[in-house]
């Protein structure tokens, strides 16, 4: 009885053996980065199918046992290797960010607005793969003759974010974001504003009333663009009198019939300007 | 003429039974659990909450199909950039060495952390449950139970949502 236990024992701890050294067939890699050599260490001896599954790889491969099997993988992520039915997982890093995809918004702003301006970055390597590791990522906007704006943000996830005021002046603003060797330039134009204490002048004419205004700017200074719609309103005891004139280098100038005992206003937009009483009364 | 009946109901019937295909290849998309309340700058508008769910669903029914059938043309609709260069280039590496990928499943928490502020990209975090088969030809090499955590970046595009990014991730240490 006891021989039959013994030679049972045997059997067993030759098998488990067995086992222990089929289980050795392959191992993990140390630290895998994308792009990077990679070597997937195999114990035993003898010739195996090797079979690796992971982000675009799928490969199937003789191999020879007890020697390094040497890979290079492009993306990163999580991959299965499998050697004689037994299977190892191991994860690929990405490598150091080499790329940044930029989204800026809007293409065109008003000058001097709050938060009006956002940035959204994404971190890639040189293969593409989302770099999630924390990175400084910096943010920079200028305009020429204006004041620059820098800030510098930890991405998170491998995206980094901002919102920022445009610039008082108007002009084609500088937006460029940064990560490690890599930045990308977007330009956002910052145009004027609303204009800010618009006045005009009359001048009496042959025929009637000549109405200009001043050079119409916003109130950073910056002059509102040609063409932006500006409204003269003649209001008499006759009733109501509108011109819509464009702003043309700078001012907007309309003429209007002869009136008698009018106000004439101006206004662009939201904005009013200043009033001039015309043709006695009063 | 006699025989435009008999060919007119044969029509029918094919059509139906395509119907019905399609419906069950509609039903089997895997079941997706999105949660939106963490995302931010951006709150995610409840249209495109469920825009996000289904289109996201609609990927991974096709990414399942194509690494088990490798037929990469089905990739095009739900996957764009890199994430979609990648699974061609798997599909065509699997069709060279003839191998295939088969998923079984089994749902997916999917958690928005990042709605960009113009509203063009999402970042997603997913925590998917299935079982993968790895097949040579239609033997089953080996066969695993997992639960992946994945980094996602979906992209609006003209009229779904898109997978640019699909990326496993190491789970942190809590």
Known sequence: MRRIIQIILTVAVCWFAADVARAADVSAPAHAVAGSDISLPTSGSGSATLYLFGPGTAMKKDVQLGSEIPLSLEYSGRYAAIVNGQQVTFDVAPAPVS?????????????????????????????????????????????????????????????????????????????????????????????????????????????GVAVETDRVRDCAGNPVPDGTIVTFTATSPKGRDTVDARIKKGVAKAELPALQNATLSVASGVVVGNEIHVGGGM | MKWFGPLLVAAFLLACSCWIVTAQAASELPAVNLNVGDAGPRQIEDTTERALQRDYAHAWGSMEAALNDNRADILNSDFVGVALDELKDRVNQQQKSGLRTRFIDHGHQLQAIFYSPEGSAVQLRDTAQFEVQYLDGDKIVNSEQRTENYTVVMTAGENRWKVRVLQAIQAQPE
């Open chain 1, 99 to 207: 790329e940044v995809a930029f989204l800026a918004r809007p293409s065109r702003v008003p000058a001097a607005t709050k938060d009006v301006i956002t940035g959204t970055v994404f971190l890639f390597d040189k293969d593409r793969n989302l770099v999630t590791i924390p990175t400084p990522v910096k943010f920079d906007l200028s305009v020429d003759g204006g004041q620059p704006q820098s800030q510098t943000i930890q991405s998170k996830n491998g995206v980094a974010w901002i919102k920022l005021d445009s610039g008082r002046k108007a002009g084609p603003a500088q937006f460029v974001a940064a990560a490690g060797d890599a930045s990308v330039r977007r330009v956002v134009q910052e145009t004027a504003s609303d204009p800010c204490n618009l006045r005009m002048h009359v001048q009496q004419t042959k025929d």
